[in-house]
């Protein structure tokens, strides 16, 4: 860790060595015993430990630590009213010495700092180490895997449990009341772009995941939140906005050779980072932002070939190099040459 000391996390109440007991639900899935419980911060964050690959090449697999993660999942629990279901997955070592009883079903381990191995969820397990306020953790404690079980099932964990897609989080905040106002006017803009005849991106917007040949929501939302952050849009009212931003789309639809290309990420992201440069050139030649002026403003991009935009050697065409032959092809003293494209 680099920014966080020993000092930041919850402490022990009891001496190292010493037992601890909580009740605990065992099962059995494919011949390997798992218990579930509920175990105090301060009674697990001390003694449990990741693997990670940096450490430990040879055994290790678990990814660094992202600091700001954990302490994003702290002040979760700390401040808001929310709660965190998901069991951490956990691998008992020899130093546990596990022991569970069936009469008075309870899980008995010694405090050793070495006595759970993470499998699963690192950053929730640091987030409530963190945390100021003294929660119980939802465990799934592995009772006698080896180091090789244990490998297979940090794979198994990441490769077939898969998180729900960012575009779907983003489209059900309004549901769950937590969006942001940036977020309330980005979904705003980005259905009425879906929605309205007129609008170049009409029928061409995902809302709930990636899909080929449409803008998903957060591809939309870091472009276009890129262009309402521009100065000269800030003192637009909402309308104002959305009907500058769709006259640039609409000017880029008359210009561009192949709109297909709009549709990608690259090229769509590229084209929102260029925008300034087009309002400037709109404004110095027409004294407005219409449609036409936009229009007028782009049409310098008929000129090239966007398809064939090379890469530089790199094995994709990336956004940069896009937005430097879209800067070339719209500004006033530069020419482009044919082995340019």
Partial sequence: MNKLGKDAFVKPKYSAGSFASYPAMPLIQNNQKYYLATIPA???FPYSFVSRREDDPVKGFQRNLNEERAIDIAKYLDYSSGSIPTNIVLSAQEYAGLNYSSKTKTLKYIRNEKS???LDGQHRLFGYGLSKKEHRIPVAIYEGLTRREEAALFIDINTNQKGVPAALLLDIKQVANRERDSEVVLRSFFDRFNREGDSPFCGYLSPHATKRNKISRVTFNRGVQKILD???LQTLPE???YALIKNYFKGIENNITDFSLLLKTAYFEAFCDIINDVLEKAFRDSRNYK????????????????SSVHSAGKSTITKSTIENYLKLAISDSSTISEDQV
């Fill in 230 to 232: 521009l100065k000269r």
């Fill in 291 to 306: 449609e036409d002026s936009l229009d007028k403003a782009l049409s310098k991009i008929r000129n090239i070939d966007l």
């Fill in 239 to 241: 309308e104002k906005q």
């Fill in 42 to 44: 301060f009674d697990l």
């Fill in 116 to 118: 759970f191995l993470v």
